[in-house]
């Protein structure tokens, strides 16, 4: 089926410190997600993306994140600085079209902020 | 918002009987209920969907049912096999979306014993 590509896989970082996660969604798809999961807890949503813009952000989505997917390249997920609390599974997802499309989950980037 | 409550948390069934999760949401406007299983360590991933023009759907060994008035889904498996344990997470969207956000359960994890 589709493939969501993320990288890192994981990556262990400093608190303070900036990471950027990487998500390369499915070619054709329009619409760009992403997921904080904690270890044995659902995902929750972050925030999504369409048209070069953030449509919707949940209150998960704290100042220090930012999106973005210049032309042609990753869509992006950046925290800085990070917290230990930003430990996490980060999803990106992508889907064709809006809302009641099927999101398609990338294998995740486990996040782990000391 | 939309807010989503799943039950069981776990839920232990011999090999070869049924398992049935049980869902409810508030939003009376999503119309659009996807079902994910997620094994360890990997991504979520789709099994079954079913809109709000359906009250029930099957495929391989899975059923989905939808009462819109109780604001109410499930998800059968018959004939359970050790492959099918994993974590099965619901979800909701659309109503006044634009974008396909989706708001999970909190997770049933399945184990299926011989």
């Known amino acids: 089926g589709p493939k969501v590509l993320q990288i890192p896989s994981h990556q262990i970082i400093d608190m303070g410190q900036m990471v950027t996660l990487n998500c390369d969604p499915v070619?054709?798809?329009?619409?760009f997600y992403w997921y904080k999961q904690i270890l044995g807890q659902q995902m929750e949503f972050l925030v999504n993306?369409?048209?070069?813009?953030?449509?919707?952000k949940s209150k998960l989505f704290k100042d220090q994140f930012s999106v973005e997917r210049p032309d042609g390249s990753y869509f992006t997920l950046k925290i800085q600085p990070t917290a230990l609390e930003d430990s996490a599974v980060y999803f990106c997802?992508?889907?064709?079209?809006?809302?009641?499309?099927?999101?398609?989950f990338g294998e995740g980037s486990r996040l782990i902020v000391v | 918002g939309e807010q989503v409550e799943q039950l069981p948390s776990i839920l232990r069934v011999q090999e070869g009987s049924s398992a049935s999760i049980n869902c409810t949401y508030e939003?009376?406007?999503?119309?659009?209920f996807p079902w994910y299983k997620q094994e360890p360590g990997e991504n979520p991933k789709l099994i079954i969907d079913i809109r709000s023009n359906m009250e029930r759907k099957q495929t391989q060994g899975l059923i989905v049912l939808l009462d819109k008035k109780a604001k109410r889904f499930s998800l059968h498996i018959t004939d359970t096999q050790p492959g099918d344990s994993a974590m099965y997470f619901c979800a909701a969207s659309g109503g006044t979306q634009v974008v396909g956000q989706l708001t999970f359960g909190r997770g049933t994890r399945l184990q299926v014993y011989a």
């Open positions: 993306f369409y048209n070069g813009k953030v449509m919707e």
């Open positions: 939003n009376s406007a999503s119309n659009y």
């Open positions: 997802a992508s889907s064709l079209a809006g809302a009641g499309n099927t999101l398609y």
């Open positions: 070619s054709n798809h329009l619409y």
